[in-house]
């Protein structure tokens, strides 16, 4: 039994639904389909999730929300007219969208939440409905129905435990089971998403819950590529990932599989398959547990932005017992979460997503860290990108960092920071994010051409 996850680009319109049907069609595996809402027809389109985040904001601060609800109705009418559904789908879905307006306004998180989700709930109908007309006898299935219950953080939710035992029981449906993705159920009833893109992370939780020999997941392009293909020009596509590496890769910036939906694929060896809505024969990439390694020391380079590192420096740090602990609990009480902390004799550097900071709460964290700890120094750097090498491959091969270092180097790319764990599966650079186009150039150009 496969399941199988379309994301919002597979879709966007009628004419996507008929090729997600036919890849329904083409292998009776896929029993579990686990849907996003419609998302963007070209780059200049809008989510349907960013339509309702709009849509909710406006009705939480009152304001007219009239044209915001035809905006997010016109993406399903469309899609509808173009499957010649019945249009009693959409009188349904406008229902549903006043019911939320509505609701219960107070804890603003879950209300916006619930909006968010009906994206992709909405969706799910609609899809089984199609289905259903086109003679394949399909069910949505709702996460509640399901059992699919989360963690009590809107929009950051994680999956609990018991959930994968109730999602086992979804084997027994015969029909074709369409899931929304995305979304969960507090077990006090409330709902709550995962974070943004996190239709990926409930296909895999399925993988995980009711033993799936595969998760196929299907978007828009026809295979992870060794670098961002926004970046550079027609990269070269991987065929095998282990669990690590594309861990490690998603994590730093590929943004095609969600950094969270690995654990629970791994934690039962379940395979994910990366493939292509639009040209389905293409081979994909496959990730696994241990794959063949080759004589290619790097599989991908990845890079993301929007950070900043806070630099402190103490005369015989290293002899000061419990300091490490000290920083710690300066971050923990300031409830900010941090990604790195590089050390050296007398100084640590901490990295930080610079998203968890207001100005205020900046001042306040480098202002605590210097006088709790009577830091010789200490100074903030911001606009940080993180560039990101990764390969199973490096173990085995001596001078990659070498070889990164110099390519950067040559391209006039300041280092710094640098990063490499002892599992020597990545390495990590700092370096300015005004730079990090080229360097990944530059290091795309070092290791593939
Ligand atoms: N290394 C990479 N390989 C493939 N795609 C990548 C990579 N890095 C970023 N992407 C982007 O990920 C996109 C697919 O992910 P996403 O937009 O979330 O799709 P979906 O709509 O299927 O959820 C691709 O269109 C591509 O622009
Ligand atoms: N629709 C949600 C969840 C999701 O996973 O979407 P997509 O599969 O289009 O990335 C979002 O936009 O965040």
Redesign the pocket.
Known sequence: MNVI????????SGEQLKKVLKIILDDPNRKIVVV?AP??RSSKDK?VTDLLISLGTAALQGQDIEEKIEKVLSRYRIIAEELELDSMIIKEIKANLLLLVNGDKIASDYYLDAFKASGEDNNAKLIAAYFNKEGLPARYVNPREAGLYVTEEPGNAQILAESYTNLYELRKIKEIIIFPGFFGYTKSGKICTFSR?G??ITGAILANGVQASLYE?????D?????????VTN?C??KELTYREMRE?SYA??????DEALYPAFKQGIPVQ?KN?NNPKAPG?IILKKRQLTNQEVV?I?SSNGFCSIYIEKYLMNREIGFGRRVLEILEDQKVSYEHMPSGIDDLTIILRENQLSTEGHHLLVSRLKNELSADSVVVESNLALIMIVGEGMRQNSGTMSKAATALTRNHINIEMVNQGASEVSFMFGISADQEEQAIKALYHAFFE
Request: proline share 5%.
């Open positions: 996850k379309f994301g919002g680009s597979s879709l966007a996003s998302g963007k989510k893109g239709s990926d997941n299907f978007t828009d392009v295979a992870i590529y060794v670098a961002n293909p926004s970046v990269p596509g991987i890769l910036g590929f943004s095609v599989l969600h990366i809505t990439t991908g990845a």
